[in-house]
Structure formats: C-alpha cells, structure tokens
C-alpha cells in the first residue's frame, strides 16, 4: 500500500545553522506533496508544497527538493530559528475528486540556542 | 486564526459514551476532511466529505460516523467511545486543488 515515512525521528541543530529533513514516499502516483508544522497544541500548518513536474521550490528561508527517481523529499530551511522548533510532516497526495493527503509519522525539529 | 473554527477544544468523557465533534471549514472551501493524530499513529485520514458529499474514507471505525451539512460545516460522531478513542481530532477544509488548512484540533480524552 501506500505510505509516506520519515527517516528520523529526532534533528536537533544549532540555532543558525540550515536543517534539512528528509522523508521517502513509496506511491510513484502521487503529484503533489507538501512539508507541514505543526506546533504544540496547535494543527498541522502549511510549509510550502511541490507539483511532481518540479525538482525544487523555494519559499521564505525555506527549500523542498523533490527527487522522483528514489521517491524522496527533503525540506531544507535556512538559519534555523528558535521559533523553527516543531514537529514537521511531509504529506503526499494524488490530485482529484477524491483526494486525499497521506502524512508521515513526523520528525522533532529541536533548536539549541 | 486558520479559518477553519473546531469545537469544542477539549473533551473528556467515559467509556461507552457518544460524543459531536465539529467544524466550521474555511470560507469558500467545499472539502472538509477528518483526520485522527494519536501519539503513535501520526495522522490518520478517517473520511472526506465534498459539497455534502461523502467523497473518501479511511480508517474510520464502525463506531464513527460523519456528515457535512448544506452550510459546510461537518461534524463527527464518535459512539461507544473507548479508551483507545483517545486522541486529538483535526478538521481541514480545502478548494479544488491545493492544500488544506487545518483547525486548532479537538483533544478528546476517554476516561
């Protein structure tokens, strides 16, 4: 079946440096994928998201890459804040009627001062 | 503020009991989508509805029913609640193509 993982758990980094995580989906059919964070206590929010016809996106100090050879996606972001503290979600989905976005368990990202 | 309103927040209730969950989505969006996100099971898609339409399901249990209303809005009905039933309810909405915007989340807790 279908299933979106992430490869860690855990990514702690020191404030300032870049983060990347990383995440494998196993559906070839999927077109669209997307990079959530969620905060506690509150719902998942949107990052940024990549059409399966790009390789790489870029949004405010952040970068999907999406590599469709191995069916991976990774979520770069740039000069890691204290606030970028959060548990990220890459999600997958086939565009249609009936869509649905599938999630991956989640990585903590922990940012050391 | 996501635009998409859940209430209530928290939640607590017995075993064996029935419980409403509801959502207002985003204005303008016709898909409402119900999600489970417990501590080891991640995000979990339980059904979508479109235009009042139920459209896709996913794991959702028997004792768990929903519906969208003709204003938008949607509620899920958990029934014979167990202590497994314990978790937090999202609610998103979305447009045609796009991403969804998620609610603040119900924290239902079965006691």
């Known amino acids: 079946g279908e299933s979106v993982g992430l490869h860690l758990p855990t990514l702690s980094v020191q404030e300032g440096d870049n983060s990347i995580i990383n995440c494998a989906y196993s559906?070839?059919?999927?077109?669209?994928f997307i990079w959530y964070k969620q905060e506690s206590g509150k719902g998942p929010q949107f990052i940024i998201d990549?059409?399966?016809?790009?390789d790489k996106r870029q949004g405010q100090r952040v970068t999907v890459l999406l590599n469709k050879t191995v069916k991976h996606l990774s979520l770069q972001i740039a000069a890691t804040q204290p606030g970028d503290s959060a548990v990220y979600f890459c999600?997958?989905?086939?565009?249609?009627?009936?869509?649905?976005?599938?999630f991956g368990k989640g990585i903590t990202l922990s940012v050391r001062p | 503020d996501s635009g998409v309103t859940q209430t209530p927040k928290h939640l607590i209730t017995a075993t064996g009991q029935r419980v409403t969950l509801r959502c207002s989505p985003r204005?303008?969006?016709?898909?409402v989508y119900w999600y489970q996100q417990s501590l080891d099971q991640g995000l979990q898609f339980l059904i979508q509805?479109?235009?009042?339409?139920?459209?896709a399901k996913g794991n959702i249990l028997e004792r768990f029913s929903a519906q969208q209303f003709p204003d938008l809005h949607s509620e899920l009905n958990l029934s014979s609640l167990e202590l497994g039933d314990s978790a937090l309810y999202f609610c998103?909405?979305?447009?045609?193509?796009?991403?969804?915007?998620f609610g603040s989340g119900t924290r239902l807790t079965v006691v």
């Open positions: 559906n070839s059919a999927s077109d669209y």
């Open positions: 998103a909405s979305s447009r045609i193509r796009g991403g969804y915007t």
């Open positions: 509805y479109y235009n009042g339409e139920e459209r």
């Open positions: 204005s303008g969006d016709l898909s």
């Open positions: 990549i059409r399966s016809n790009m």
């Open positions: 999600a997958e989905m086939r565009t249609g009627a009936n869509s649905k976005l599938t």
